[in-house]
């Protein structure tokens, strides 16, 4: 090795994706952004807005500890899913967004450039797409069963760290810094793996909760529909 | 919010400031999915070497995930103490942008 520092950014960094690349994600973020913004302006209440706070906290937290896989590679976890299956989509993203930035911004992790990728692949692939997979799952097994919501927050987790690893191949070979497939086949090996994790803390995180207070969980169980949850006014 | 679940939200704040301090300096430093693919199909050489974030004034605070303030023999200190700083920074960040963006107009009922 040269005199390189050890180089210890966990995201996207700059010099990865080509400009097209870079703006395109960046647009995808931005208007997703705004779109959450809107839907958590109309639908949420003031009782979400705490749990936005601690959300954040434990995923920025959560993320600065990668656990060791084998092979001497390590992950982390990305949150996007967690995000999402407590506060519901749009203020899941939001959160996830302030995630990544801070992140960038604050500590040079994750590029400046590569901050709609970042933001996009890590963050809005589980608010959104491991959000709907577990809502779906839960619906389709029993969404005020433990086994629902357990089989439902698993199976999103992972695959939401699985798709995010296909996607981050895909652009990388689309800004010509390597390979699809070959980039492909190695970035699934490892988040194959890396996704177990991502599993394990969600499930951990959303169980303890559904134990101990289940009406924070934004479709809650024995409720009719999220929106009651959002709708209840203090007791 | 009832009682109950402010000291949950508090404990959760705790927590996710626990996880900062101490065990984010025992974090494992192998290289994380998207870096070990790096190293192994060798574009990791395309990191740029002065990125735009180091343009920052934050970046005259932190080296990463670490306070440069703290003598660099006492690197998981200034790990625990950048996480706790970014973990507070994210906390209220999101909590204010939940603030300014949940319409709280609806009279109670």
């Known amino acids: 090795m040269f005199a390189l520092p050890i180089y210890l950014a966990m995201h996207i960094p700059d010099g990865y994706l080509s400009l097209s690349v870079s703006l395109v994600t960046g647009i995808v973020a931005i208007a997703l952004i705004a779109l959450s913004l809107s839907r958590v302006q109309s639908e949420y209440k003031e009782r979400t807005v705490p749990l936005m706070g601690v959300s954040a906290a434990f995923i920025f937290a959560a993320q600065m500890v990668n656990f060791p896989i084998i092979g001497g590679t390590s992950g982390h976890l990305l949150g996007g899913t967690l995000a999402g299956i407590l506060l519901g989509p749009w203020a899941g993203s939001l959160v996830m967004s302030v995630v990544f930035i801070v992140q960038s911004v604050m500590f040079q992790d994750g590029g400046l450039t590569a901050l709609g990728a970042n933001i996009t692949i890590m963050g809005l692939i589980g608010t959104f797409g491991g959000y709907y997979l577990y809502q779906l799952l839960r619906t389709l097994i029993g969404r005020n069963t433990w086994l629902g919501m357990s089989i439902g927050t698993a199976i999103a987790s992972w695959t939401s760290v699985v798709v995010a690893a296909a996607l981050c191949a895909l652009i990388l070979a689309l800004s010509d810094t390597v390979p699809l497939v070959v980039g492909l086949t190695a970035m699934l090996s490892w988040h194959f793996m890396i996704g177990i994790g991502e599993a394990l803390i969600t499930l951990a995180v959303i169980n303890f909760i559904w134990n101990t207070r289940p009406e924070l969980i934004y479709i809650a169980p024995n409720q009719d529909s999220a929106q009651v949850t959002i709708n209840q006014d203090d007791e | ?109």
């Open chain 2, 1 to 109: 919010m009832m009682n109950k679940n402010r000291i949950f939200l508090f404990i959760g704040l705790a927590i996710a400031l626990s996880i900062a301090a101490f065990l984010s300096p025992f974090a494992s430093k192998n290289p994380d999915g998207l870096d070990r693919v790096a190293q192994d199909l060798k574009f990791e050489e395309k990191v740029a070497t002065e990125p735009p974030a180091k343009q920052l004034p934050f970046s005259q605070i932190f080296d990463e995930y670490s306070i440069k303030v703290i003598p660099k023999d006492n690197e998981k200190l200034a790990t625990a103490l950048a996480g706790v700083t970014g973990t507070l920074v994210v906390f209220g960040l999101a909590w204010a942008i939940g603030k300014l963006t949940v319409r709280n107009s609806e009279p109670k009922e």
